[in-house]
T-cell receptor, first 113, second 114 residues
Framework: GQQLNQSPQSMFIQEGEDVSMNCTSS?????WLWYKQEPGEGPVLLIA?????ELTSNGRLTAQFGITRKDSFLNISASIPSDVGIYFC?????????????FGKGTKLSVIP | SAVISQKPSRDICQRGTSLTIQCQVD?????MFWYRQQPGQSLTLIAT?????????ESGFVIDKFPISRPNLTFSTLTVSNMSPEDSSIYLC???????????FGDGTRLSIL
């Protein structure tokens, strides 16, 4: 099946710093999604991207759909303690069913106050 | 987005028993899915719950082990049958309201098998 390489696996940052994480694939994706999961909860959708080159913001979060359609990044500016959690990228591969999500392995973010 | 309620939120079960997990949505949705998230891991799709017909299972998952029902457009159940410690995971329901819409997840059922 399709695989997404998500990096970094974990990050420890100081409050106020900016954060960047990314996902890459050897295959073309039609959709990129970014989710955040906190302990005891399900993944919550942060940003959805549907067009190559698309750049979308949600508050302090910004995500981009790579122009090659094989990658996406998520940036978090001015991190705060409540940003702690696991961030997952997910995508729908070209040729797959429109519902067939492939998930990255996640980036665990820790914010030091 | 739709409000998704999963029950139970957690359970501890004896090996060899079965547990049925419920997923209720507050509005009609096109697609409903069941995922497994093993400890410290990412999400793996178990199956697509099809309304009024048999679920579509992904490779490595079978109906005898994970029977699924979806009697209408707002409700689905996943049963984990004949449980063993290897079935200890978080089981998540997700919904998709249209082909070009993102999936949204419930809070999951945390299952431990002794």
């Amino acid at each position: 099946g399709q695989q997404l390489n998500q990096s970094p696996q974990s990050m420890f940052i100081q409050e106020g710093e900016d954060v960047s994480m990314n996902c890459t694939s050897s295959s073309i994706f039609n959709t990129w999604l970014w989710y955040k999961q906190e302990p005891g909860e399900g993944p919550v959708l942060l940003i959805a991207l549907y067009k190559a080159g698309e750049l979308t913001s949600n508050g302090r979060l910004t995500a981009q759909f790579g122009i090659t359609r094989k990658d996406s990044f998520l940036n978090i500016s001015a991190s705060i303690p409540s940003d702690v959690g696991i961030y997952f990228c997910a995508g729908v591969a070209s040729g797959a069913g429109s519902y067939q999500l492939t998930f990255g392995k996640g980036t665990k973010l820790s914010v030091i106050p | 987005s739709a409000v998704i309620s999963q029950k139970p939120s957690r359970d501890i079960c004896q090996r060899g028993t079965s547990l049925t997990i419920q997923c209720q949505v507050d509005s009609q949705v096109t697609m409903m899915f069941w995922y497994r998230q093993q400890p410290g891991q990412s999400l793996t799709l178990i199956a697509t719950a099809n309304q009024g017909s048999e679920a579509t299972y992904e490779s490595g998952f079978v109906i005898d082990k994970f029977p699924i029902s979806r009697p209408n457009l707002t409700f689905s159940t996943l049963t984990v049958s004949n449980m063993s410690p290897e079935d200890s995971s978080i089981y998540l329901c997700s919904v998709q309201q249209g082909s070009n819409q993102p999936q949204h997840f419930g809070d999951g059922t945390r299952l431990s098998i002794l």
